[in-house]
């Protein structure tokens, strides 16, 4: 085997930490964000969070009752008609509203190799919002997340309830073991004696005394509020609550009310899936009645609760706090086009700088004997600047994505749902000189508060549907168009997914039966079968 030397040239594209970290940093929530700085907090010795009022930055914020400034997005929107949204939304319709360049002197370079070499300022940015404390005092403001850790989960309630109860140690010990065992929609989905045999193991006598003492708690947690609670299935459920209305008819014997809750009670006991499907005939034939005695027994169940915990489960998860908001202009001229300003939300921008001691003190004492230290510790001083750039440079490009598709989306900020435009990644892409990868990072898990609520930015991207004119109609538009059709129809006879599907080609839009019956099923709107008035 002869041995040799060559030479070849070659290409390849190459991810530095620092534009990785960009790019993981970009497709965090915003919950996802604030545990990372707290993490980088605890972790680098450079970096700490300021308290004392911010240096507006390049693309600081302002506030929504100040003029506007170049650190903001304004978009004028002319008045567009409703009865023409799905003709004035063609892709490659004319831009006549000019967005507001971005002030920074460095655009974020999300597409690049990652080499651009940026000079980070070791200066404190983002805005004076005020810090959150875990403090409940007083003589503060608790904010939605605060409000929902204090809330009383369903084995608190349970428990206090069974406080009043004077039972035998036994009795109580049984009784709060099943409140453990229930789910966080009320129910006891293990049988007693599969709880009985993990406590008790294969002891067949042991096991049938603690089954007796479970059966003994079962009824009395059937008897605590909510009603409904310690159900093993649906069924039970129903019939519990119903059982309560039943006692507290009974304080004030109404014939007539009691009836009604015996023929309920019975219909409860037959298969569920009779009544989801609200075969009427099959249940008076069963639970006896008449047809109408029947109809108002099926209304009166369908008023019930069918989770018992519902009101008791944590809300904290369901908390949206949006990154960015769109506020409307306080000062417009008389006859002008609406104005909207979009802005970043100053309560999810953490406050982050360089410690200005430490960065001095270590740029004071260089080299010596303590070299290898000096340079871990440049190492994690030029971490935090760029922990702080890549932040910066996370809610520009959040600002610049919001900022265009509040532009595309005028019509929406105007006349609401019915008047949304196609969307697509791609277009936003080309405008901003983006990737389509980054903005779907950015339009994931990050909310935009407008004056018709708070939506995902994904909200705002949509497929298209032909016209009869050529132009396209929004998916989410045909969405708003089906739940208005629907809104308007006659409880006696509602529109069938075929009908709804002739509608929509009336106002000239081509859109199938099955995509209506995905449209509607994505709106958790039932068939026309079950939406009937009974």
Request: aromatic residues 6%; contains cysteine; hydrophobic residues 40%.
């Amino acid at each position: 085997m002869k041995h040799g030397l060559s030479l070849r040239v070659s290409q390849h594209l190459a991810l530095t930490p620092q534009l990785q970290q960009s790019i993981r940093l970009l497709q965090l929530s915003t919950l996802e964000l604030s545990q990372e700085v707290e993490q980088m907090l605890d972790e680098n010795p450079f970096l700490e969070m300021s308290q004392d009022d911010a240096v507006r930055e390049e693309f600081g914020l302002v506030q929504a009752d100040t003029p506007v400034s170049e650190g903001e997005r304004e978009v004028e929107f002319a008045p567009v008609s409703i009865a023409d949204y799905a003709d004035s939304t063609r892709a490659d319709g004319p831009k006549d509203e000019e967005v507001t360049p971005l002030t920074s002197s460095e655009e974020p370079n999300w597409d690049g190799d990652g080499t651009t070499e940026l000079v980070p300022d070791d200066g404190e940015w983002g805005t004076d919002a005020k810090a959150k404390t875990n403090n409940l005092d007083a003589g503060e403001e608790t904010d939605a997340t605060e409000l929902a850790r204090i809330q009383e989960s369903l084995q608190s309630h349970l428990h206090r309830q069974a406080l009043r109860l004077r039972l035998s140690e036994t009795d109580a010990s049984a009784l709060r073991f099943l409140i453990e065992s229930l789910n966080d929609d009320g129910y006891l989905e293990d049988p007693l004696e599969d709880l009985a045999r993990g406590l008790a193991g294969e002891d067949a006598e042991q096991v049938e005394d603690l089954v007796h003492h479970f059966t003994v708690a079962l009824g009395l947690l059937h008897n605590l509020e909510p009603a409904g609670v310690g159900a093993r299935n649906l069924g039970e459920c129903l019939r519990l609550q119903l059982r309560a209305q039943l006692d507290d008819a009974l304080d004030t014997p109404t014939p007539e009310r009691a009836a009604l809750l015996a023929l309920a009670l019975r219909v409860c006991a037959q298969p569920m899936d009779l009544l989801a499907r609200r075969d009427v005939k099959t249940l008076v034939q069963r639970c006896g009645g008449t047809d109408a005695q029947t109809r108002e027994a099926i209304a009166l169940i369908a008023r019930l609760e069918p989770k018992p915990g519902r009101r008791f489960v944590d809300v904290e998860r369901n908390i949206v706090v949006p990154d960015v908001l769109v506020v409307a202009a306080t000062k417009v001229r008389p006859g002008a086009s609406p104005q909207f300003r979009v802005i970043l939300n100053p309560d999810v921008m953490p406050k982050l700088r360089v410690h200005d001691i430490y960065a001095n003190v270590l740029r004071n004492h260089r080299g010596g004997k303590d070299a290898a230290s000096y340079a871990g510790l440049q190492q994690r001083l030029q971490e935090a600047r760029w922990f702080i750039k890549n932040i910066q440079q996370r809610f520009d490009t959040i600002l610049r994505v919001s900022t265009a598709i509040v532009e595309r989306q005028k019509s929406f900020f105007t006349h609401g749902e019915l008047a949304m435009r196609p969307l697509v990644l791609r277009e936003i892409a080309d405008e901003l000189g983006l990737h389509e990868s980054t903005i779907s990072r950015v339009t994931t898990a990050k909310y935009m508060a407008t004056p018709f609520g708070t939506f995902e930015l994904k909200y705002f991207f949509g497929s298209g549907l032909g016209t009869e004119s050529g132009g396209n109609a929004s998916s989410t538009a045909v969405r708003a168009l089906i739940k208005q059709f629907i809104s308007a129809e006659s409880n006696k006879k509602p529109f069938s997914d075929n009908q709804i599907s002739e509608m929509l080609k009336e106002q000239g839009i081509d859109c199938a039966r099955r995509t209506v019956a995905k449209y509607r099923e994505g709106l958790k709107i039932a068939p026309a079968s079950l939406r009937k008035a009974l």
